[in-house]
């Protein structure tokens, strides 16, 4: 006659008793593994005969439908009398106290800010939202693909713009060379009186790629 194992339960599995037992569930492991925590008992391991009674399942873990009480799958044994050191100590929380407000706070509310009319603190969601909308003016109302396009263009037309502005740095540059070098071999040649008409001409022809408006005044300032 094996006896229920639960503490302070003294059932033993008689007819007429009037009770289930049920063995405690080793083809399911982790399922056997709460039924031994819910039993509380320290340093006791069930064995193949160790069983429960019906007293400590709820009755919605029973399935009475057959001619055999089962228990339905993954019930645990929940219904226990444990001595007082292995109760629970379930403390109720104290519920919140109620927060007072101050009366002058409700008074500085009921009255208009700068002598203004006094208006309704309960806004509808339109007017909400046409007033966040003049408030923050930099939120962006397009969809995020739009605005990803927008500044993808804006970022080719930079770099457009970088490209060219390098290129014509980069001809100035080579302009202002050539400009230097032309200016020393038109004052050497005025030094040595040698500039002639035939010899501006060439000249011109040499640094053909010197704008012809720097070339004239150049020419124009050689001495008489």
């Known amino acids: 006659m094996p006896a229920c194992a639960a503490i302070n339960c003294t059932k033993r599995q008689i007819r007429g008793c ?3 037992f049920h063995l ?11 039924w031994v925590v819910n039993v509380k008992r320290d340093k006791w391991k ?23 009480t089962r228990l339905r799958e993954n019930s645990l044994p929940t ?9 629970k100590d379930e403390r109720k929380r104290k519920p919140p106290k109620p927060r007072s407000f101050p009366q002058e706070a409700l008074v500085n509310l009921q009255e208009p800010l700068d002598n203004t009319p006094s208006t309704s603190i309960i806004t509808s969601p339109s007017k ?23 500044l993808d263009s804006v970022h080719d037309n930079l770099c457009s713009v970088k490209k060219k502005l390098k290129l014509t740095q980069q001809k100035s540059r080579r302009c202002r060379r050539k400009v230097k070098s032309l200016t020393t071999v038109v004052q050497a040649l005025r030094d040595e009186q040698l500039l002639s008409e035939n010899g501006a001409d060439q000249l011109a022809k040499t640094f053909s790629d010197v704008p012809s408006g720097i070339m004239e005044r150049m020419l124009q300032n050689k001495s008489v």
Request: hydrophobic share 30%.
């Open 128 to 150: 909400l939202a046409a007033t966040t909308g003049a408030d923050h003016t930099y939120a962006v109302t397009a969809s995020p693909r739009s605005v990803k396009r927008k």
């Open 46 to 68: 069930p064995s193949k005969k160790s069983v429960l009674c019906s007293d400590h399942f709820d009755d919605s873990c029973f399935d009475r439908t057959g001619q055999t």
């Open 79 to 87: 219904i226990f009398d444990f001595p007082t050191h292995l109760q």
């Open 18 to 20: 009037g009770k289930t």
């Open 24 to 34: 405690f569930p080793f083809s399911r492991p982790d399922v056997l593994q709460k």
